[in-house]
Nanobody, 125 residues
């Protein structure tokens, strides 16, 4: 049974940092795109970042987080990370990790097959 478990969320002041982790179990995803999404209250889920496994692990970011967030992966640990710096109040949301396809870095959640339960990130202004 595949399971994705996020951790690292919490309450932080604006300008602060958090590092989210997502550990996968039940299957190895070293050759799959891994992604992060978020959903704020009253809003639709949105793409945050994705990282591929080939070609040196290319990374992709939503414009809203580019330059502040960094996605990375450790295939030996079946884990993906999201380093979030310069946090803003508008980053407040539940953050979800997901496993995507073998090829490409889609921004639509429907193209991701496995999801974690989410971790809350709250940024106070």
């Amino acid at each position: 049974q595949v399971q994705l478990v996020e951790s690292g969320g919490g309450l932080v002041q604006a300008g602060g940092s958090l590092r989210l982790s997502c550990v996968a179990s039940g299957r190895t995803f070293s050759r799959y795109t891994r992604g992060w999404f978020r959903q704020a209250p009253g809003k639709e889920r949105e793409f945050v970042a994705a990282i591929t496994w080939s070609g040196g692990s290319s990374t992709y970011y939503a414009d809203a987080v580019k330059g502040r967030f960094t996605i990375s992966r450790d295939n030996a640990k079946n884990t993906v990370y999201l380093q979030m710096d310069g946090l803003k109040a508008e980053d407040t949301a539940v953050y979800y990790c997901a496993v995507g396809p073998r090829i490409g870095a889609p921004r639509r959640g429907s193209e991701y097959d496995y999801w974690g339960q989410g971790t809350q990130v709250t940024v106070s202004s």
